[in-house]
């Protein structure tokens, strides 16, 4: 067993299919095939199930996908840290958010990981916080912005900041409240386009109705956030974000925002891969995500709470 048996093996179980994974790492579908064969016969386990659309994993190949992430993620510090040691800092960073935050945070920190350590490679993936969660409990990514969810025990974790929820709504829409503020009591009676449960935003929302006795009309249930925003702008229904979400289509006068009272607040985290030590330059790109983050609250560009 070899580690590019170990990179082959977790190539094609990302892929889903041999053939992608050749051609993602230029080698031949048979020496592919040829390899896991021979891994499969070393372990003395079938990884795969074979079927026309591709593969996926058995039983024993799920249980090997996480050893075998974990092994090369630790080969990787490893190299990195020797890289340190003699002054070089370079290497891979895989970093989750999700999208309401990559409007925001990945432009000025991709500009300055750029510009700070010009040989650190950043692979990013945008997907909403439970989606997040999950490939950081895998060993997908090394990093992840996330809103903390009470679903997720993320133990190696730390606060960046807080931020309102706000109802979203189209310009022209029948006002709703007195002005900047809605009561959240006096929302009831319009029709909400919200994420599925348990998406941690529906789970605040609909637990500070409950406190009120109050029960929200969620008409339409998507997790892509801008079919959202173009809904509320088209369709008449309304939603409930954050206001970073939405700050570009409040400034081209597409949405407009209400405060909700009582408030309704989520937690900003950054969380690293559980049971994995964390390389020089993982540390680093932490480091300037907590910097970036405080210069965009602290500029007004990000409307949270430090």
């Known amino acids: 067993m070899e580690f590019l048996d170990l990179h082959y093996f977790v190539s094609i179980a990302e892929t889903g299919s041999f053939s992608k994974s050749a051609l993602q790492n230029n080698i031949a579908q048979s020496a592919l095939s040829r390899r896991v064969r021979d891994l499969e016969a070393e372990l003395g386990a079938a990884l795969f199930y074979r079927n026309g659309r591709g593969v996926v994993l058995t039983d024993a190949g799920a249980v090997f996908l996480a050893r075998a992430r974990g092994i090369l993620a630790e080969r990787e510090a490893l190299r990195q840290d020797m890289r340190a040691a003699a002054g070089e800092m370079d290497g891979t960073v895989k970093l989750a958010v999700p999208p309401s935050v990559g409007l925001v945070l990945l432009a000025p920190l991709l500009r300055q990981i750029r ?3 010009p040989r650190v490679k950043m692979r990013v993936m945008e997907g909403f916080s439970g989606h997040v969660a999950d490939w950081l409990a895998a060993g997908k990514v090394d990093l992840a912005v996330l809103y903390k969810m009470k679903s997720s025990a993320l133990l190696d974790a730390e ?14 829409a029948p006002p709703l409240g007195a002005g900047a503020e809605v009561p959240l009591a006096g929302m009831v009676s319009d029709e909400l386009v919200l994420p599925g449960m348990p998406h941690g935003l529906r789970v605040l929302v609909e637990e500070a109705a409950a ?3 109050v029960t929200l009309n969620v008409a339409m249930e998507l997790e892509t ?18 206001l970073t979400a939405v700050s570009r289509e409040l400034q081209a006068g597409r949405l407009v925002a209400q405060r909700i009272a009582p408030v309704i607040s989520r937690e900003l985290i950054l969380a690293h891969a559980p049971h994995r030590a964390a390389s020089p330059v993982t540390k680093a790109v932490v480091r300037l995500i907590r910097t970036q983050i405080s210069d965009l609250v602290r500029s007004g560009t990000w409307a949270g709470r430090l």
């Not at 606060?159 to 022209?172: K, Q, T």
């Not at 956030?225 to 954050?242: E, K, Q, S």
């Open 159 to 172: 606060h960046l900041l807080f931020e309102d929820l706000f109802l979203i709504s189209a310009p022209d």
């Open 211 to 213: 406190r009120l006795g």
């Open 225 to 242: 956030l801008p079919t959202i925003l173009d809904l509320v702008a088209t369709g008449g229904i309304r939603t409930v974000l954050p």
């Open 115 to 117: 510009a700070d350590l």
